[in-house]
């Protein structure tokens, strides 16, 4: 077993650009901002054994499968590559986001050469285990790119999977990214950090979808060129002793871009959820149009959710607008439907999918909606 | 039919109903009349167990049951019907959905076979056509966006869709135009059958002159101070509440 997550696991690389951002921003704890309501504390206190990604020779199949940070299978029409050096962002907000790329050397870089949407399959397995692994996507100008990314693991009691994403949406290319974070077994923890960069004329389309048991948190730092265009959609069902959430910082540094951000968290017993969200617009970032919405249902007493939307704004020509909301079942709703003979369960399950499916419908309607709406059906559940 | 003995409720702190006693036969129409803050919707409200009212003594007989001590659904499959005066928005509810989920918890309860989604669309478009609304309704949210009147219709087309026993009408005559007074007065005496009983809470008689009630009382500080005929409405009219106050 290993020490502890600290800097002296990085401490042998003091000439990366990363050591030094990290080293100014330290390993979060407690009273870091962005894990306040985290616990990253207890996580990077365990004692780990740390996995390094080894290089495979992949089987062509109809996904992207990495198994333990290797990648096992690729789909027809991406191609993977190790890059090593990788030049990630050394301006990015996050700690971790730092030390997962200081402690997987060799990024697993996908590009796709024409448009393309594919499966993108996480497999962990390895109980007490550090898993640091990165992944790059290169989408090329005027191409699209779909990528649908889902979880698995099984047996990794008192893991931490600490993956993230390094996109770049070239000029008039389109990144389509939906994760669906259901199958992650109650014992493993995920930080996943994230860095979109969107080019001029660029488009993102980000929704996660998390209905996870355990500790989760995802840290995004998206860029927007001249008329970037960014529509994020976080739906966070959590239960039990859960804490799950989003942190997105979105820039408006050229003009004319568009951002929108809905959040919806649904919480149940005693689960935290976290959206953090700030949409910082730039002097130069003239003509803007950004707005950011978090809605939060507690459907138990115990239920706890943290929701810190924020604007910084430098420039006076844009349009933005920010809220949020923190409530209950809408009462009024609940007693018209049971005053027609459906049960108070029924009835509930009918407002919380109504609540939901705002979000699922905005996948369109299809297979992925339809599986999205059953794995939500199935965590609504269980209790 | 429904038998409402002695009945005190509040709403907060504030007792709206001091015991109030109402019989309501089978078959018939009951207005009640009253003026603001008398008691009508908290009466309305009690007898289908809105969270809203407490209701701290007195009984609610239907069907030799005190309902009281059911849930709002229970009443509901008992065959107990609130149009409501300011019928909720439900975003993301599909209309059809919500009405096809409500037709089979009651088929359910009746030991029917569930419809299903072809067959229940058959059924609501022939009403929805009856009642003249928008074919779109069947898609839209339920009650999301509506304007007052398509909200009426839409408590209508429950009612017709749902058949039940016991109908209680909280002003459903408020914000209707002409067109839309006459359309929802059509769906109430369509569903008039002799066996059907029917409670009609108002403040205006124009509802009445379409719907002729076989009863009409007055409610007043909590109470039923006085029951008469349809000629009650015209007396009711020429003097106000004050000479009822008077008579009590």
């Not at chain 1, 669906?180 to 014992?187: K, V």
């Given at each position: 077993m290993m020490a502890p997550v600290t800097l002296d696991l990085v401490r042998t690389q003091p000439q990366h650009p990363l050591y030094a951002r990290l080293a100014s921003l330290?390993?979060?704890?407690?009273?870091?901002e962005q894990y306040r309501h985290f616990a990253i504390k207890p996580l990077l206190a365990r004692d780990y054994a740390l996995r390094t990604v080894t290089e495979h020779t992949p089987e062509t199949g109809s996904r992207l499968v990495i198994e333990n940070g290797s990648v096992t299978e690729i789909p027809a029409g991406v191609s993977v590559t190790y890059v090593s050096p990788f030049e990630a962002?050394?301006?990015?907000?996050?700690a971790l986001y730092c030390l997962s790329h200081l402690l997987s050397p060799a990024v697993i870089c996908l590009e796709a050469a024409s448009d393309v949407f594919f499966g993108l399959h996480h497999v962990f397995n390895e109980a007490q285990a550090l898993l640091p692994y990165r992944i790059c996507l290169s989408v090329l100008p005027e191409k699209r790119v779909e990528v649908f990314e889902t979880f698995e693991t099984k047996g990794s009691g008192e893991s931490l999977l600490l993956y993230g994403i390094d996109a770049d949406v070239q000029p008039h290319a389109t990144l389509r990214w939906v994760r669906?974070?259901?199958?992650?077994?109650?014992?493993t923890a995920l930080v996943g950090t994230h860095r979109f960069d969107v080019k001029a004329n660029g488009a993102l389309e980000l929704k996660t979808f998390d209905f996870g048991t355990a500790r989760a948190l995802h840290l995004y730092k998206i860029d927007l060129g001249e008329y970037g265009w960014c529509d994020a959609g976080h739906l966070l069902m959590a239960g039990g002793e859960a804490r799950r959430g989003n942190v997105v910082r979105i820039n408006h540094d050229k003009p004319y871009a568009k951002s929108v951000q809905d959040a919806r968290t649904i919480l149940k017993q005693t689960a935290t959820g976290i959206f953090d969200g700030l949409i910082r617009v730039g002097e130069?970032?003239?003509?803007a149009s950004a707005r950011q919405n978090s809605k939060a249902v507690l459907l138990d007493r115990n239920a706890y959710m943290y929701a810190k939307p924020q604007l910084e704004i430098y420039t006076d020509e844009l349009e933005a607008s920010h809220g949020a909301t923190i409530g209950q079942l809408d009462e009024d709703a609940l007693f018209y439907l049971r005053s027609r003979g459906i049960p108070e369960a029924e009835a509930r399950k009918m407002l919380v999918l109504a609540f939901a499916d705002a979000l699922i419908e905005s996948i369109g309607e299809g297979v992925l909606a339809e599986r999205i709406r059953a794995d939500f059906e199935a965590a609504y559940f269980t209790d | 039919m429904m038998e409402i003995k002695n009945i005190h409720a509040k709403i907060g702190e504030n007792e709206i109903l001091k015991g109030l006693n109402l019989t309501l036969e089978k078959g018939k129409v009951h207005a009640i009349m009253g003026p603001n803050g008398a008691g009508k919707s908290t009466l309305s409200k009690a007898v289908v167990g809105h969270y809203d009212v407490e209701v701290t003594g007195g009984e609610i007989l239907y069907k030799g049951k005190n309902i009281l001590e059911m849930a709002p659904e229970e009443r509901a499959l008992e065959g107990i019907f609130l149009s409501f005066q300011n019928p909720v928005e439900v975003p993301g509810v599909n209309n059809a959905y919500f009405l096809r989920t409500a037709f089979n918890a009651k088929e359910r309860r009746e030991g029917k076979p569930e419809t299903n989604a072809a067959q229940f669309l058959k059924l609501m478009r022939m009403h929805i056509e009856r009642l003249g609304m928008k074919p779109d309704m069947i898609s839209?949210?339920?009650?999301?966006?509506?304007?007052g009147g398509e909200k009426k219709r839409n408590e209508i087309l429950q009612m017709e869709v749902l058949q039940p026993d016991v109908i209680l009408l909280d002003e459903?005559?408020?914000?209707?135009d002409i067109d839309a007074l006459k359309a929802v007065s059509e769906g109430i005496n369509r569903m008039k059958n002799g066996e059907r009983t029917f409670l009609v809470i108002t403040h205006y008689s124009r509802i009445l002159d379409y719907i002729d009630p076989d009863y009409v009382h007055v409610l007043q500080e909590g109470r039923i101070v006085k029951t008469g005929g349809p000629e009650l409405v015209k007396l009711l009219e020429a003097e106000g509440y004050q000479a009822i106050a008077g008579d009590a």
């Open positions: 330290g390993i979060p704890g407690n009273k870091t962002d050394a301006a990015h907000y996050d669906n974070e259901s199958g992650t077994a109650s014992e130069k970032a003239r003509y | 839209r949210n339920l009650n999301e966006g509506f304007s459903i005559d408020s914000g209707l």
